[in-house]
């Protein structure tokens, strides 16, 4: 998937990003082919591997555990040569959904891929490696927000905040503009955020 007409540039904050889309004339940048995912060596763990595009600054990645419902993401997974990614500290058992991006003026995200992260799921407590069995429905990593309100908590990101409470990072900026935030990257502990339904 090309985001042709815009630039998405992301931004680390502790641990988490927030997308920016910014416009330029459009993206040139090819898609990340051949993509595939794989169980890790080790519980919790996840392998993904694609075919270099020639003329990138560096790969992204977006993760979540629903298709196309992207909470997660790394910034900078390689540069230009990379053409592999380990992925660790996932739920054992859990059935993931990837897209790697390749940055240059723009993002050009691959199409989607999904496996099982190693391990036994704690949810099912059956050995599920290579066997498609899901999480409970709506089940996100952390804490779902399901209040009109939320306290900001130290680490938080608006991206993060969404991608609990719409299940989708990108939202982020539904929560930025019913509380007034100019810049989504800056949100502070104790800050009380409504949250639209």
Not at 85 to 94: D, I, K
Not at 160 to 185: E, L
Request: positive net charge; charged residues 15%.
């Amino acid at each position: 998937m090309k985001w042709l007409g815009c630039s998405i540039f992301m931004a680390m904050l502790v641990g988490v990003f927030s997308p920016v889309v910014t416009f330029a004339a459009s993206c040139t940048v090819s898609v990340p082919s051949n993509v595939s995912a794989s169980a890790g060596s080790q519980d919790g763990q996840v392998i993904l591997r694609w075919n270099t595009v020639p003329n990138v600054d560096r790969y992204t990645l977006v993760y979540g555990t629903a298709s196309n419902k992207y909470i997660h993401g790394v910034v900078n997974i390689g540069n230009q040569t990379a053409s592999s990614f380990t992925v660790s500290s996932l739920n054992s058992g859990t059935r993931y959904f990837f897209k790697i991006g390749a940055v240059k003026d723009c993002t050009s995200f691959s199409s989607e891929v999904s496996v099982m992260a190693k391990g036994v799921n704690k949810n099912t407590q059956q050995n599920v490696l290579g066997v498609s069995v899901r999480r409970s429905k709506g089940q996100v990593l952390g804490s779902s927000i399901t209040a009109d309100t939320y306290v900001v908590q130290r680490g938080d990101s608006l991206s993060q905040i969404a991608g609990k409470a719409y299940g989708d990072v990108f939202a982020f900026d539904k929560i930025a503009k019913a509380n007034n935030i100019a810049n989504p990257h800056v949100i502070n502990p104790g800050m009380v955020l409504k949250i639209p339904k």
